[in-house]
């Protein structure tokens, strides 16, 4: 019985990992929970997967779920803060941990259980893309699994070669990572300033919280997962080529130097990879209907477009600056898509806002987990400044 903690379990990820464990009760124990503040979809899922701990970030959510868990005569005991989120992610009783927060709240937590040596199911990929040296180092120092959960990674991941870690002995020329363009791949460039929350998080095959949504919009997710692979892979920069597939078949593919290329192909649907990392190396029903090779049509294949999609192009020059490029990155990415979201910036104004912090930032190697998270805040500081300096010259336009 694998005994399993999911950080963020409330989300997308997070909802389809609990989807996958119900189907398989006897090979998985739900052993911890976490959210930030979702309180009532948190309840429910204490109740139908009993798990020893809950933790909740919100510390006033976190007293209102206790109330409700102490009402229904729940044994479910409740933790909160960020402590709370390192104690079950690192916790003894823990074989495997789900990394499905978002954003950089997702670091601490998953380089806890990382450094406990967990079987990490890695999807919280901006933890990865913050601090892939210390992680990558934290995970060789303690012997932690980590398995890519993102699908393009997980279906890379499935097409290498398990015993060779090194791309170039192992016959590989180039990983295709694929990407279907998101819902603006052929909208008219000079309309993408109007693109409104809703429109940018409708992504046309993936059903997605809504931060990963906007990055798939302006292809920052593929920017991200770029970086991430070169992490995952030990890849560099050159040996990754970013290919547009907009009916998100192929999840993505390995070329060898013989001519030959593996991918792997399913239905968009998490729960394939999700099923892939619990039961590696073995597999297990995942629920995901499978292919019909009848009905499939036919499938596409194009390079990117770097002036439409700017942060493409911004998170490979991150990749390639390396140090704690990528940190501010992903720190102005973020705070840009919030600011999009509560409908504070125009869409275009979120690659903007990165691009002056990229711009401006001088480039220094983290060594600690103290270093990646002061990038992190001076490169939000950063973007907030400059999203006020946007603000200001609307405002002399409109004024
Ligand atoms: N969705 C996908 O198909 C997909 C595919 C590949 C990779 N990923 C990656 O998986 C991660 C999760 O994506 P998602 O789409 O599942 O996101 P989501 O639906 O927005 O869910 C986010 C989860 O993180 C929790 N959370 C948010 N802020 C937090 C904080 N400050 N501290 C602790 N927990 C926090 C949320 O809790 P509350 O509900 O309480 O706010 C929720 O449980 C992202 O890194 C994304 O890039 C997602």
Known sequence: MQRVSVLGSTGSIGQSTLDVLARHPKKY?????????????????CLAFRPVWAAVVDPIAAGKLEVKLQAADSNTQVLQ???????????????TVVAAIVGAAGLEPTLSAVEAGKKVLLANKEALVMSGQLFTDAAKASGACILPVDSEHNAIFQCLPGEQSDLAVAGVSKILLTGSGGPFRTRAPESLHEVSPEEACAHPNWDMGKKISVDSATMMNKGLEFIEACWLFNANPEQIEILLHPQSIVHSMVQYNDGSVLAQLGQPDMRTPIAHC?????????????????????????????????????????????GDCPTALNAANEVAVE???Q????????ARVIEKVMTNWTRSEPKSLQAVLKADSEARKAAEIHIQTLHLHANRHTG
């Open 81 to 95: 803060g960020l402590a709370g989120l390192k104690q079950i992610a690192a916790d003894d009783d823990v074989d």
């Open 339 to 341: 600011h999009f979201l």
């Open 343 to 350: 409908g504070g910036i125009r869409f275009t104004d979120i």
């Open 278 to 322: 619990l039961a590696w190396p073995q597999r297990i029903f995942s629920g995901v209907e499978p292919l019909d090779f009848t009905q499939l049509g036919h499938l596409e294949f194009s390079a990117p477009d770097f002036t439409r999609f700017p942060c493409l192009r911004l998170a490979i020059e991150a990749a390639r600056a390396g």
């Open 29 to 45: 124990r739900v052993h911890a929970l976490a959210a930030r503040q979702s309180v009532d979809l948190l309840f429910e899922q």
